[in-house]
């Protein structure tokens, strides 16, 4: 298949809807990135890669760092970390709290942000470093030394933090945060704020495609991890949409409020899509849009 071409076909397609949505506006740094941004990449379990418009530019990651904390994690505690957080769908918008208390402080699933913040507690356990272990990691699987956390998207998530500090007091509250809830809490926020393009996460999320098997050939996960992180991003990873993801898509996806969508075929490729405008549940329009037209132009999904 010419995936140049595809991916060229897909931008051009997408074109009147880049700009549509609204840019995230919690944090001035987020809220000052140009909505008329628009990249897409694709990296092949291979090694080659192909990308369209601002595929090299770099963006914030978000909540696309939550499929990484729980595969570092996966790794390091295996099914222990089920007991802590759940795999079913919130059906609740990303940062709610009301789910919590009527289930005891055990959240739905990694991908909201009261699971992210377990996740991190358990990895910052395990490691000493969370955040240091996750930007290591997207180094080495990206090929990009330079890839970095940025330091004003991570002040301002700690500025403008209520909400996340509040789930996490709360899961402390239940005995479900084992470290200072201040430290979760900042080791979170830097995850948040790795900034990395297109090219960089189309790379870092072929170990999901490759069943574990990182790029340079070693194991991360076992291969029925690597399809339980997939089938949870599938279920779980637009939160709200995640049923019409599913639907749209037919793939694996984790979006973050940056703009930034990335998306696993098994056995192919890892993709990534940006541009900064969300819709109501805090996905990214145009990468939507592009991630369904890409699946429906080549015919590849998991279904
Ligand atoms: O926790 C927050 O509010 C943000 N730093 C990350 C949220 C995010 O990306 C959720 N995703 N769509």
Redesign the pocket.
Known sequence: MDYQAVLDEVATAVRPLIGQGRV?N?IPALAAVDPGRFGMALATVDGQLFGVGDWRVPFSI???SKVFTLALTLARDGDAVWRRVGKEPSGNP??SLVQLEYEQGIPRNPFI?AG?LVITDRLLRLTGDARGVLREFLRVESGNPALDFDPVVAAS?ATH?H??AALAHFMASYGNIENPVADVLDH??WQ?SLSASCADLARACGFLARHGQRAGGERLLTRSQAKQVNAVMLTCGT?DAAGDFAYRVGLPGK????GGIIAVIPNLCGLCVWSPGLDAR??SVAGVEALDRFTTLTGLSVF
């Open positions: 995230a919690y978000q909540s696309i990303f940062n942000n992210a998530e933090g909400r996340n979170y926020f948040c939160y979006s973050g409020v940056g805090g996905n």
